[in-house]
């Protein structure tokens, strides 16, 4: 079965960090570009970061640079995110999302271009809530 599974979220206190997991099964990720992106209640869907499988390049939405880190493992097929100095701003659901980057469109652009249907694979979602 072809899919993107989250895994990592949960409750932390203020301050506080997770590592957020995207495994894939069903198909490899080094032809893929992944993006990670988070959605909290009565909000739209909003991007959080993304890692070029090309270049190596990354974006990461200004309220979250310097807290949180996108790395990839090819050998387990995974991408993370860590999230340190969690804020309850940070609390919403958070997704990946798959997709091939055409060279010279940076990550920003492509995971617009994913928010408007051109991701090939969606995660289901893992909630991150951060409360005192």
């Known amino acids: 079965q072809v899919q993107l599974v989250e895994s990592g979220g949960g409750l932390v206190q203020p301050g506080g960090s997770l590592r957020l997991s995207c495994s894939a099964s069903?198909?490899?990720?080094?032809?893929?570009?992944i993006g990670w992106f988070r959605q909290a209640p009565g909000k739209e869907r909003e991007g959080v970061s993304c890692?070029?499988?090309?270049?190596?390049?990354?974006w990461y939405r200004d309220s979250v640079k310097g807290r949180f880190t996108i790395s990839r493992d090819n050998a387990s097929n995974t991408e993370y995110l860590q999230m340190n100095n969690l804020k309850p701003e940070d609390t919403a659901v958070y997704y990946c999302a798959a997709g091939k980057k055409p060279r010279g469109l940076s990550c920003y652009h492509f995971m617009i271009t994913l928010l408007k249907g051109g991701a090939t694979h969606w995660g289901q979602g893992t909630q991150v809530t951060v409360s005192s």
């Open positions: 069903g198909f490899t990720l080094d032809r893929y570009t």
């Open positions: 890692l070029s499988r090309s270049d190596g390049s990354s």
